[in-house]
């Protein structure tokens, strides 16, 4: 998995939004994924990271839902990933 993904899971918002802050100030750009009952906290870290910690310095570039195939037998589970970009600091357009 690339170093500007985040997968969200079990934790807590604000361990994911603290990783999402660490890497949009090394790369500037970081893709925020979930699947299933973790899609709701990867909006929500979106949105704490956005609003929030850059409030003006970040933008939600774009945001893609699907479905994933998984597991025996197959059930198709729900996705999205959410694309940020902007650096601390920095005012975006």
Known sequence: MPKDVILVG???VMSYAMAA??????SGTITIKARGRAISRAVDVAEVVSKRFLSG????????????????????????????????????E
Do not use: C, R, Y
């Not at 802050?21 to 090394?26: A, T």
């Open 21 to 26: 802050l660490m890497q949009l100030s090394n």
């Open 57 to 92: 310095n970040a933008v939600v570039k774009s945001v893609s839902i699907g479905t994933e195939t998984v597991g025996d037998p197959p059930k198709n589970v729900s996705i999205i990933e959410i694309k940020i970009s902007g650096k601390p600091g920095k005012k975006q």
């Open 10 to 12: 079990k934790k807590p």
